[in-house]
């Protein structure tokens, strides 16, 4: 079984959609969990970091992580064509490794 | 805003040489990781590196690599005998401290001929 598991897409959705995107983990013991998101060729831009369980805010992007179910989520409210990138989602148990999900590819339709 | 920054942006090497790829991480970060991503696949994680000495490494990381802070400023990644499965995009990243997120640069192109 992979650490983390993620939907490769492709997602289209149309501007301005609410966007859902997820993750799964398999180890009990990650407690940091990210949201980076790549265009291509250019390197992971840090998008959310939750710590542990719980819900965070930052403009049009939500992080969720529920631990009992070992699930991550990532929204994206009034998705903007400029969305359109590679969404990775990584978790880690410390601070000396982290693990990536394949990442979902997204394109947001004009 | 701070950032990790490496060089080179692309690099071709020939089979069987060494390679030297270079980052200089955020100033005041603490702990350093070089990734690898083969075209198309995930980020797969190599190394880490805090306090001078390798934290963890994968089992991707086999003796034909090695980590060097030489300075109070570079990271280096060394690869001895390139392969031509060593043909990926490079990231290092950087942490400033326990709690705190990886921020990463933007890579190397690493193609072997």
């Known amino acids: 079984q992979k650490e983390v598991e993620q939907d490769p897409g492709p997602l289209s959705v149309p501007e301005g959609a609410i966007v859902s995107l997820n993750c799964t983990y398999s180890?009990?013991?990650?407690?940091?969990f990210m949201w980076y998101r790549q265009y291509s060729r250019k390197g992971p831009e840090l998008l959310m970091y939750?710590?542990?369980?719980g819900n965070k805010e930052d403009g049009r992007f939500t992080a969720q992580v529920d631990k009992s179910s070992k699930y991550i989520s990532l929204f994206i409210r009034d998705s903007q064509p400029s969305d359109s990138a590679t969404y990775l989602c990584?978790?880690?148990?410390?601070?000396?490794?982290?693990?990536f999900g394949t990442g979902t590819r997204l394109k947001v339709l004009a | 805003e701070p950032e990790v920054t490496q060089t080179p942006s692309h690099q071709v090497t020939q089979m069987g040489q060494e390679v030297i790829l270079r980052c200089v991480p955020i100033?005041?970060?603490?702990?350093f990781y070089w990734y690898r991503q083969i075209l198309g696949q995930k980020v797969e994680f190599l190394v880490s590196?805090?306090?001078?000495?390798?934290?963890?490494k994968s089992e991707i990381f086999d003796d034909q690599f090695s980590v060097e802070r030489p300075d109070g400023s570079n990271f280096t990644l060394k690869i001895r005998s390139t392969k031509l499965e060593d043909s990926a995009m490079y990231f290092c990243?950087?942490?400033?401290?326990?709690?705190?997120?990886?921020?990463f640069g933007d890579g190397t192109r690493l193609s072997i001929l």
């Open positions: 180890n009990s013991a990650f407690q940091y």
């Open positions: 990584a978790s880690a148990s410390g601070t000396y490794k982290y693990i």
């Open positions: 939750t710590y542990s369980s």
């Open positions: 100033s005041n970060h603490l702990y």
């Open positions: 990243a950087s942490l400033g401290g326990i709690g705190q997120p990886q921020h």
């Open positions: 590196f805090y306090n001078n000495e390798i934290s963890e």
